[in-house]
Antibody, heavy 119, light 106 residues
Framework: EVQLVESGGGLVQPGRSLKLSCAASGFTFSNYYMAWVRQAPKKGLEWVATISTSGSRTYYPDSVKGRFTISRDNAKSSLYLQMNSLKSEDTATYYC????????????WGQGVMVTVSS | EIVLTQSPTTMAASPGEKVTLTCRASSSVSYMYWYQQKSGTSPKLWIYDTSKLASGVPNRFSGSGSGTSYSLTISSMETEDTATYYCQQGRSYPWTFGGGTKLELK
């Protein structure tokens, strides 16, 4: 059974940093692109980052480019999201998701972790 | 950036009623993907490659479309179908989602 379990969320002040983690199990992690998708309270879904199987390629929307960094450790079957210079508009539930064959859709999602950016 | 516009934003359907949700893209895409999200839970892949049902999805659901116009149809609404449905494109970065259609029971 595919499982994705996020951790590392919490309350953080504007301008500070936070690192999210996602532990994957139930599939060969190194064979899949992985992604982060977020959802602000009572809002829709927003893609945040994607990383290739080896980690050599990463992709971001303009809203987080230069502030967020996605990374992975295939030996540990773990995905990470380093978030710097956080803004109030980054407040959201962050989901770890598996990208199906790097095609650009998400076939499995974690339960999500809440990040609140507030002073 | 490809903008996806879903309509309606909210709708209510009676049990047994046929339901059609629409997603329009600002540029042509090859496929559309749909997710179901129930309140307080994470999204689930519902339809992929425009018309293929994800594992466990009831066959009263179907997807269709091409180019810039796509739809998700429920042939006969059931109580368990109440949720928000999002479309998503994987044609080009940034991956984008529609704003969602909230489907309620009448």
């Amino acid at each position: 059974e595919v499982q994705l379990v996020e951790s590392g969320g919490g309350l953080v002040q504007p301008g500070r940093s936070l690192k999210l983690s996602c532990a994957a199990s139930g599939f060969t992690f190194s064979n899949y692109y992985m992604a982060w998708v977020r959802q602000a309270p009572k809002k829709g879904l927003e893609w945040v980052a994607t990383i290739s199987t080896s980690g050599s390629r990463t992709y971001y929307p303009d809203s987080v480019k230069g502030r967020f960094t996605i990374s992975r450790d295939n030996a540990k079957s773990s995905l990470y999201l380093q978030m710097n210079s956080l803004k109030s508009e980054d407040t959201a539930t962050y989901y770890c998701a598996r990208e199906a064959e790097g095609i650009g859709y998400f076939d499995y999602w974690g339960q999500g972790v809440m990040v609140t950016v507030s002073s | 950036e490809i903008v996806l516009t879903q309509s309606p934003t909210t709708m209510a359907a009676s049990p047994g009623e046929k339901v059609t949700l629409t997603c329009r893209a600002s540029s042509s895409v090859s496929y559309m993907y749909w997710y179901q999200q129930k309140s307080g839970t994470s999204p689930k892949l519902w339809i992929y490659d425009t018309s293929k049902l994800a594992s466990g999805v009831p066959n009263r659901f179907s997807g269709s479309g091409s180019g810039t116009s796509y739809s998700l149809t429920i042939s006969s609404m059931e109580t368990e179908d109440t949720a928000t449905y999002y479309c998503q494109q994987g044609r080009s970065y940034p991956w984008t989602f529609g704003g969602g259609t909230k489907l309620e029971l009448k």
